[in-house]
């Protein structure tokens, strides 16, 4: 009896603890004014770029050991949609400002340093600063963090479209993306790619760190193989043996591919398979880093194989989805535009 009163009570406490939070994000909410109109921001500023052919950024960097094979006239376009970097525990808005130093300094420390430059050799690179939306965003009231991802997410069309009429002329396009850069992604293809023109210029989409269920595309398909072109890729990486709760409780297939293997087998694919990651030195590959294996929604991998591995405890491998598989990654993106433009010939 004890027991159930304990777990009645708990359970009341938890209610109001949800109930008190729902209100008072509401209240931050209507204060925050969002329904009043929000601009665009302004893509013919190549400061609205993080990234960008036409200036120097952290993109163009390339880590010690590898053979800097980047062509200066590429055919081809990679279009960089970049995860979350507005973290602030303190803020005002439940949108980044563009112009935010500090945002910004860590777009480009982070994101851009250690993801979107795994797709430098073969491709010019794109990546727009947009208006994201707060980390926060993705724990409260779905109906209510609606605004702030369609204000992130009207930036990135805004951006994309300004890229397609002064850019594109008809190059191969590679969406690339990782968390709340995926779920801007999965929208852009649905509303620009899937069952339209240009589809046929889509040679790959690397949707990386968000859930990508097997009914989200009416006809864009994953990819079954390394060569295979105009389909998509997608896992979330957790350490083997974990699944957090919430994605025990999904209730839809994902698709989920080995980024190591380029298939959905869920056999595990050994550390030998991983040609390198990069981790905090940028400038050191780690060949072997992890494994792989596709584990129903979710990727697993062990920890990564570093020295002082015995004191990494977290489970959850989020910020490594793109760099411990850096390499593998590279060479993918070369081995699928080799197969799209052989196709073409």
């Given at each position: 009896?004890?027991?159930?009163k ?7 406490i938890?209610?109001f603890?949800?109930?008190?939070s ?13 329904t ?10 190549l400061n609205?770029?993080?990234a ?12 010690d050991?590898i ?16 995860p ?12 980044a400002?563009?112009n ?14 250690y ?12 990546a727009?600063?947009?208006?994201q ?18 204000i ?13 009429k ?5 190059r191969?396009i ?26 046929k ?14 009914n ?7 990819c ?11 896992w979330?990486?957790?350490k083997?043996?974990?699944v ?15 980024p ?7 056999r595990?694919a050994?550390a ?11 400038k050191?590959?780690?060949p072997?880093?992890?494994n ?8 697993w ?11 990494f405890t ?7 989805d ?23 010939k």
């Open positions: 009896m004890k027991l159930y304990k777990s009645n009570l708990f359970k009341f938890l209610c603890v949800v109930f008190f729902n209100s008072l994000i509401t209240e931050i909410h209507a204060q925050n004014n969002l009043s109109p929000v601009k665009i921001t302004n893509y013919s500023d609205n770029w993080a960008h052919p036409w200036k120097k950024d952290l993109s163009d960097s390339i880590s050991g053979i800097d094979r980047r062509v200066n006239d590429s055919s081809e376009d990679v279009f960089f949609i970049h979350t970097t507005y973290l602030q525990k303190e803020f005002e808005n439940w949108n400002d563009v935010d130093v500090a945002i910004n300094k860590k777009t480009d420390n982070s994101a851009i340093l993801q979107a430059s795994a797709f430098n050799e073969q491709s010019r690179l794109f727009p600063r947009y208006q939306a707060h980390i926060k965003s993705f724990y409260i009231n779905p109906n209510i963090a609606k605004d702030y991802f369609d992130a997410y009207n930036d990135v069309k805004a951006s994309f479209e300004y890229y397609l002064n850019y594109n002329n008809g191969p590679i969406i690339a993306s990782h968390s709340q850069g995926t779920k801007h992604a999965g929208r852009l293809l649905k509303e620009f790619f899937d069952d339209k023109t240009l589809q210029q889509l040679v790959c989409a690397y949707l990386i760190g968000m859930p990508i269920p097997d989200y595309f009416p006809t864009l398909k994953p079954l193989f390394e060569n295979q072109t105009g389909c998509f890729v997608g979330r990486t957790y083997t043996g974990y957090p709760e919430l994605i025990q409780e999904e209730k839809f297939k994902c698709i989920v591919v080995n190591l293997t380029w298939s959905s087998d869920e595990l050994s030998e398979l991983n040609k390198g990651g990069i981790l905090q030195n940028f050191k590959i780690v072997r880093v992890v792989a294996q596709v584990h129903h929604n979710v990727l991998s062990c920890k990564p194989n570093v020295f002082g591995k015995i004191f977290k489970k959850n491998f989020h910020i490594g793109i760099n411990l598989y850096y390499m593998n990654i590279r060479e993918n993106v070369r081995t699928r535009l080799d197969s799209f433009n052989k196709s073409k």
